[in-house]
């Protein structure tokens, strides 16, 4: 991120980290989760990110920023790890204004 001197900060506030992860445990997001993806999401990894923000705030602790620092990796790297469903379009179908022939039987 930046040099390893004072100016570094974390990438989130340490109050971000914490309620995401009181988010992640609640019981709607797990029924949610459960149901969107078939398990329970794994909550362990807010709650390290934000032990990691805490003793960086505390300590300066160079084993805290790059936990951080690699976790926020991470996760910028699952989240581009997924194509989109549609393909987009550069340009309009040629028959958009025509009426859809919602009244003829197929």
Do not use: I
């Not at 398990?39 to 003793?55: I, V």
């Not at 084993?63 to 581009?80: H, P, T």
Request: some cysteine.
């Amino acid at each position: 991120m930046a040099d390893a001197g004072g100016s570094w900060r974390p990438p989130r506030p340490c109050e971000d980290y914490w309620g995401e992860w009181k988010h992640c445990r609640g019981l709607r997001h797990a029924f949610h989760h459960y149901y969107a993806h078939g398990e329970l999401p794994a909550c362990g990894r807010w709650r390290e990110d934000y032990e990691a923000c805490r003793a960086w705030e505390r300590h300066r602790a160079a084993a805290a920023q790059e936990a951080l620092c690699k976790s926020e990796r991470a996760r910028v790297m699952e989240s581009q790890k997924y194509a989109p469903v549609w393909t987009l379009r550069k340009s309009p179908p040629p028959d958009w204004y025509l009426p859809l022939d919602q009244d003829k039987p197929n």
